[in-house]
């Protein structure tokens, strides 16, 4: 079954302990993106990657980093998590089709930073 | 910057009813048009894509349509049932860097 998962899907943590959420795709997708989801703001973009080794910023990237050493997985890292990273985040996979990139989403990770 | 503007942020209204959501988009220079559904908690759920050479789509009781020119979507949902209540996001593509959202709709059908 074509998906996208990511790992953990809830998770619970203290400001400045270190965390990776993982993602994998099984669809050998080209692009990868994380997005996090917040009331009021919406869906918006963290970090994308448009092949192994290339990453680059979207809109929030501020406290993340990213990295794209396998075409299947694109793990979101919080070096030192602070309470306003408390959000859902979403992984997104997408391949360049005919009409451009239709975009498949993860489960999401709900994080909570105390 | 790309501005994507969802009308109405929620909408109820009783079963059997047709309804129409809305987007807005302020550059026209996109790739493509994709309606979301969100159910509370859950992930997103891809509805319709509409290329930007593309005028509508159809899937079911849901169709889309898209005017590139005037950076405008509706989704059009008939005979509206409450497994249809949800949160439908509009987003638009402008390449490879990922898709900008609006804020979305939240949809309540009474039954």
């Known amino acids: 079954e074509a998906q996208v998962t990511q790992n953990p899907r809830y998770l619970i943590t203290v400001t400045g302990k270190k965390l990776t959420v993982t993602c994998s795709q099984n669809m050998n997708h080209e692009y990868m993106s994380w997005y996090r989801q917040d009331p009021g703001l919406g869906l918006r973009q963290i970090y994308y990657s448009m092949n192994v080794e290339v990453t680059d910023k979207g809109d929030v990237p501020e406290g993340y980093k990213v990295s794209r050493k396998e075409k299947r997985n694109f793990p979101l890292i919080l070096e030192s998590p602070s309470p306003n990273q408390t959000s859902l985040y979403f992984c997104?996979?997408?391949?360049?089709?005919?009409?451009?990139?239709?975009?498949?989403f993860g489960p999401g990770t709900r994080l909570t930073v105390t | 910057k790309q501005e994507v503007t969802q009308i109405p942020a929620a909408l109820s209204v009783p079963e059997g009813e047709n309804l129409v959501l809305n987007c807005s988009f302020t550059?026209?220079?996109?790739?493509?048009l994709q309606w979301f559904r969100q159910d509370p908690g859950k992930g997103l759920t891809s509805l319709l894509l509409?290329?930007?050479?593309?005028r509508e789509q159809t899937s079911g009781r849901l169709n889309a349509s898209l005017d590139k020119s005037s950076g405008r979507s509706t989704l059009y949902i008939a005979a509206s049932q409450p497994g249809d209540s949800a949160t439908y996001l509009c987003a638009v593509e402008g390449g490879a860097d990922g898709l900008t959202f609006g804020k979305g709709t939240h949809l309540i059908i009474q039954p």
């Open positions: 550059d026209s220079a996109i790739y493509n």
């Open positions: 509409i290329q930007s050479s593309q």
């Open positions: 997104a996979s997408s391949h360049l089709g005919e009409g451009g990139y239709e975009q498949y």
